[in-house]
């Protein structure tokens, strides 16, 4: 069936949605399936990579699934209002796929025990709401190895959205990883309070570039900065998607999220009556979680320490974050040979000893 593809303010503005709905699946009808996401299904990242799963769960279930997807959410007040109309017109399965939209998501959980709800990147549990994340950071240690190999300058930019730990332990682990190759390199970050704003999002990638950097790095959704770094004749590490072809000489490889399997997944649970509430990681070792083609600026060497770590990573020989480790600070976060947990993960709010700058607030 067709996606009723509901732009932010039609569904702010009516009920439309809830219309002839009762929130209860007749016997027979197709499972229906409501997705919400932060950006554009045309980010050609975050929220294009969450719309490729939509796709996969309508190739894999057919008509017994009926989705519906709403883009452009923002998050807070508003983000409650659309999950509580998706849930109010009848899916039973709800993905919300933003960190901000934690909060607006267990809320409206609490509201329909009889709805199951996915929150992608957030820690709140519930009988029937579920969380899910991939380890981003493994592969942003790889990109960082393919950084510091690269650079000329010995200094990498990164373009940062919000200073949540989702994107504190990423820029983290790029630096802990460019730092095995070069112990001296720098790392500039630039924070553009935003997901999605190519405008924003260029101008930050010329800021850096201006202050030398050669590598742009980022955890924003648009591929503005790939563009920007082609134009610039510098290099650049795609985000979410593979983002190649908007640099096709500038990109080194990209930090691919593949969310396909996991919805699938899911979605069958529902359907099958074995949906139980959980946290899942996946990284590189489940297949979540993926690095884009090599671009050419990738030498031979920088190719083979990379394979090599991502190689070392996915049978869990290697955790980026493994002490000893200091935080920026100084203190001590982790012991010699200690494996950060999960949970000090999931609550990262302090950069690693060695970058320079502080946080926002």
Same mark, same amino acid.
């Given at each position: 069936?067709?996606?009723?593809?509901?732009?932010?303010?039609?569904?702010?503005?009516?009920?439309?949605?809830?219309?002839?709905?009762?929130?209860?699946?007749? +016997?027979?009808?197709?499972?229906?399936?409501?997705?919400?996401?932060?950006?554009?299904?045309?980010?050609?990242?975050?929220?294009?990579?969450?719309?490729?799963?939509?796709?996969?769960?309508?190739?894999?279930?057919?008509?017994?699934?009926?989705?519906?997807?709403?883009?452009?959410?923002?998050?807070?007040?508003?983000?409650?209002?659309?999950?509580?109309?998706?849930?109010?017109?009848?899916?039973?399965? $709800?993905?919300?796929?933003?960190? !901000?939209?934690?909060?607006?998501? *267990?809320?409206?959980?609490?509201?329909?025990?009889?709805?199951?709800?996915?929150?992608?990147?957030?820690?709140?549990?519930?009988?029937?709401?579920?969380?899910?994340?991939?380890?981003?950071?493994?592969?942003?240690?790889?990109?960082?190895?393919?950084?510091?190999?690269?650079?000329?300058?010995?200094?990498?930019?990164?373009?940062?959205?919000?200073? $949540?730990?989702?994107?504190?332990?990423?820029?983290?682990?790029?630096?802990?990883?460019?730092? &095995?190759?070069?112990?001296?390199?720098?790392?500039?970050?630039?924070?553009?309070? &935003?997901?999605?704003?190519?405008?924003?999002?260029?101008?930050?990638?010329?800021?850096?570039?201006?202050?030398?950097?050669?590598?742009?790095?980022?955890?924003?959704?648009?591929?503005?900065?790939?563009?920007?770094?082609?134009?610039?004749? $510098?290099?650049?590490?795609?985000?979410? /998607?593979?983002?190649?072809?908007?640099?096709?000489?500038? *990109?080194?490889?990209?930090?691919?999220?593949?969310?396909?399997?996991?919805?699938?997944?899911?979605?069958?649970?529902?359907?099958?009556?074995?949906?139980?509430? +959980?946290?899942?990681?996946?990284?590189?070792?489940?297949?979540?979680?993926?690095? !884009?083609?090599?671009?050419?600026?990738? /030498?031979?060497?920088?190719?083979?320490?990379?394979?090599?770590?991502?190689?070392?990573? /996915?049978?869990?020989?290697?955790?980026?974050?493994?002490?000893?480790?200091?935080? +920026?600070?100084? &203190?001590?976060?982790?012991?010699?040979?200690?494996? $950060?947990?999960?949970?000090?993960?999931?609550?990262?709010?302090?950069?690693?000893?060695?970058?320079?700058?502080?946080?926002?607030?």
């Amino acid at each position: 069936m067709l996606d009723r593809r509901t732009v932010l303010g039609g569904m702010l503005g009516t009920t439309a949605l809830a219309a002839g709905y009762h929130g209860v699946q007749a +016997q027979g009808a197709p499972l229906k399936v409501g997705f919400v996401y932060v950006g554009p299904i045309g980010d050609h990242g975050w929220s294009y990579q969450h719309h490729q799963g939509l796709l996969a769960v309508k190739k894999e279930f057919g008509d017994k699934v009926e989705t519906t997807f709403v883009e452009n959410v923002p998050e807070g007040p508003d983000a409650e209002r659309v999950i509580d109309q998706l849930a109010s017109a009848g899916n039973k399965l $709800i993905i919300t796929t933003s960190f !901000g939209f934690m909060n607006p998501t *267990v809320k409206v959980a609490a509201k329909y025990p009889d709805v199951k709800f996915e929150h992608m990147t957030g820690f709140k549990q519930a009988a029937n709401l579920a969380t899910a994340n991939i380890r981003f950071y493994e592969g942003r240690y790889i990109a960082g190895i393919l950084a510091a190999k690269a650079s000329k300058t010995g200094t990498i930019g990164y373009i940062g959205s919000f200073p $949540i730990p989702e994107v504190v332990m990423g820029i983290n682990a790029t630096y802990l990883g460019a730092k &095995t190759v070069n112990p001296n390199i720098k790392l500039k970050i630039i924070w553009v309070s &935003t997901w999605f704003d190519p405008g924003k999002e260029s101008d930050a990638a010329k800021a850096l570039a201006d202050q030398g950097v050669d590598i742009i790095m980022q955890h924003t959704d648009s591929p503005a900065p790939v563009k920007f770094a082609e134009e610039r004749k $510098i290099f650049a590490v795609g985000q979410a /998607s593979d983002m190649k072809a908007f640099g096709p000489n500038a *990109v080194l490889t990209s930090i691919i999220d593949d969310w396909n399997g996991y919805y699938i997944g899911r979605v069958k649970a529902v359907m099958d009556g074995s949906w139980k509430s +959980q946290d899942v990681w996946g990284g590189f070792n489940t297949g979540m979680l993926a690095m !884009g083609p090599y671009g050419p600026g990738v /030498s031979a060497e920088a190719k083979a320490l990379a394979d090599a770590a991502k190689e070392k990573i /996915s049978k869990g020989e290697l955790h980026p974050f493994t002490g000893p480790m200091k935080k +920026q600070d100084g &203190t001590e976060f982790l012991k010699a040979g200690e494996k $950060i947990a999960d949970k000090d993960l999931a609550g990262m709010n302090f950069y690693v000893e060695g970058i320079e700058g502080a946080l926002p607030k």
